[in-house]
């Protein structure tokens, strides 16, 4: 199955057979204070700075979020979404939880980008979701992440994600989203909580590549929260998701796109490794 | 189904549900100059020393190798395996492929750790390697590790792996070694020969588990000869291979010990990441 995303110049394919296709986090007003004083003083430079920033670093999509105190979403995400739009090529994941923002942001999107078709972060099993957030998918004819969670919170089974993800696929089709458009979510929580946190989100991400056949994407760091070197346990979590079916993680890119690479090339998704050789003489720097 | 291997005064057991063990690969004459000339002038300290450094570092198990051009196996074998069990409480892995070395190994250690069970590294689907080692591995009560090649070289699909794996193990238990003693190696072969190299050997991997039961090791670092920034290969394989099934992969311990910890950790054999959170505080370290 292919979930196509567009920006005005650019096209991404999410899809099993290619490589991953790496979501960057860090454009987020949410995440940081910098970017959120930014705003706050209606200055978007910075922002475009970072998106630049991250499409250098080999972002495929970019992962927009002004939610910040003092920030109007309704006015600043559709600002956004159209500076980041202009200043990079890079398809864009909206991630809001304002349906009128998120409106706002799409209809921003659409007058630059008519053919456009941005990823909404995100959907999720709860029925207030489900009926703010896909009919204007369906209207602006945008890609949806579908969280796998719902009005009793997150399952805490594979079996009860594939629930989740399964309604949230008939949902949209019944609101006329083509099924390729769902992107699906399986959620990862801290192994510090919960031991079995790691496999049940692993087990539930290859049921639903399984069983419904759509895309995965996941922000495989939440796992570590609460640990020590955080990285290698994203690390070891990114390399099975991956393995189990996810190919548009949400990550930090310029810290996880060269492992990432290597993900693929093990799973046979870079031809001899030809892309990570050629990444590696690019950059011209060793690592682990 | 748990492999249990004895020093003369520890014991290590390898089974799926435990945290992974890890058996350390430097102590190799074959493949460290300054071990094999030591081995040539008669002298033991070096491979001692190199012994206690890696169980310092973590090693479970360790692997031991003399054979180098001008070492005599069937003299120098018997007497390292006497020295390092001397030297260090952990059990071994025998590495040869000379049979009359092996006996004399093996009846070395009986003498020195009577109630002992070390690792034989390695048979293979090769009548020549059945034939000559499974009666010793019987007669020894040793446990031995079963690589999936036979007559016809190594097989291209997982199908083909699990039946020389199947062969070994049937072979075994008419020898009358217990299936619970044949510890399956599926070869990790490099993705920059065979873009598909990988998933062969993970699905293998998979099959095996599924189907035999048994336990399996593996060198991950095999799969990324010829390419750069062998680490990242080599972790992002060793995470998706103990996904699959490997429990006591071969391994630069020093190296790759927290990143398996991790590995763990995610897979719920780390109740609630208690080991990775200790060994961090004693270690005191930060890294990736």
């Not at 909206?94 to 009128?100: G, L, N, V």
């Not at 630059?112 to 896909?134: F, R, T």
Request: net charge negative; proline share 5%; charged share 25%.
């Amino acid at each position: 199955m292919k979930t196509v995303l567009k920006s005005i110049r650019k096209t991404v394919v999410i899809s099993p057979g290619r490589p991953t296709v790496l979501i960057g986090e860090k454009i987020s007003a949410a995440a940081r204070d910098d970017l959120a004083r930014a705003l706050r003083e209606g200055d978007l430079t910075l922002l475009c700075k970072e998106a630049e920033k991250q499409v250098a670093a080999g972002a495929d999509v970019l992962e927009v979020n002004v939610g910040a105190p003092g920030v109007d979403e309704v006015e600043w995400l559709p600002r956004t979404v159209e500076a980041i739009l202009q200043a990079v090529d890079t398809p864009l994941s909206i991630d809001t939880a304002d349906f009128e923002a998120l409106e706002a942001a799409l209809s921003a999107h659409k007058e630059l980008a008519p053919e456009g078709k941005p990823l909404i972060n995100s959907v999720n099993g709860e029925d207030h979701y489900l009926k703010g957030i896909l009919p204007l998918a369906a209207e602006y004819e945008a890609a949806v992440i579908g969280m796998t969670l719902d009005d009793d919170g997150i399952p805490e089974t594979p079996d009860g994600r594939l629930a989740v993800a399964r309604k949230i696929v008939e949902r949209a089709q019944a609101t006329g989203i083509p099924r390729a458009d769902v992107v699906v979510d399986c959620m990862a929580l801290s192994v510090s909580t919960d031991p079995q946190a790691g496999q049940v989100t692993l087990e539930a991400i290859r049921r639903v590549r399984d069983e419904l056949g759509v895309n995965l994407t996941l922000g495989p760091s939440n796992v570590s929260f609460g640990l020590p070197e955080r990285g290698k346990l994203d690390w070891a979590f990114t390399a099975m998701a991956i393995q189990n079916g996810v190919n548009c993680p949400i990550v930090n890119v310029g810290q996880d796109r060269r492992f990432i690479m290597a993900i693929d090339a093990i799973l046979g998704k870079d031809e001899q490794g030809l892309r990570f050789i050629e990444d590696y003489r690019e950059e011209g720097r060793e690592g682990t």
